[in-house]
Nanobody
Framework: QVQLVESGGGLVQAGGSLRLSCAVS????????MGWYRQAPGKQRELVAT???????NYADSVKGRFTISRDNAKNTVYLQMNSLKPEDTAVYYC???????????????WGKGTLVTVSS
């Protein structure tokens, strides 16, 4: 059983900061890419940021310069530091991990249940 558990969401005023965490637990051989996605009310889920196992990062244009993704491989945890938050950042944020459960397994995507971030104006 693999679990991804997000934490750190909440209500913040515009211009404020939040830090999201996502811990991966269970029977895991290795974790490849990890990332954060978000889904605002009435909209499709969209990519926020990704990070490879070696630390290469990718960001959506809308968050570049404001959000920073990082990971702690020893803790199987990925973080999202969100600064200068805007009302349009309001969404449920989902953690994603592509991981292998066995050495001979192909990588598969797993998702957390999401954490709500609300930015008030």
């Amino acid at each position: 059983q693999v679990q991804l558990v997000e934490s750190g969401g909440g209500l913040v005023q515009a211009g404020g900061s939040l830090r999201l965490s996502c811990a991966v637990s269970g029977s895991i051989f290795s974790i490849n890419g990890m990332g954060w996605y978000r889904q605002a009310p009435g909209k499709q889920r969209e990519l926020v940021a990704t990070i490879t196992s070696s630390g290469s990062t990718n960001y959506a244009d809308s968050v570049k310069g404001r959000f920073t993704i990082s990971r702690d491989n020893a803790k199987n945890t990925v973080y999202l530091q969100m600064n200068s938050l805007k009302p349009e950042d309001t969404a449920v944020y989902y953690c994603n991990a592509n991981l292998r459960r066995r050495s001979f397994s192909a990588g598969m995507d797993y998702w957390g249940k999401g954490t709500l971030v609300t930015v008030s104006s």
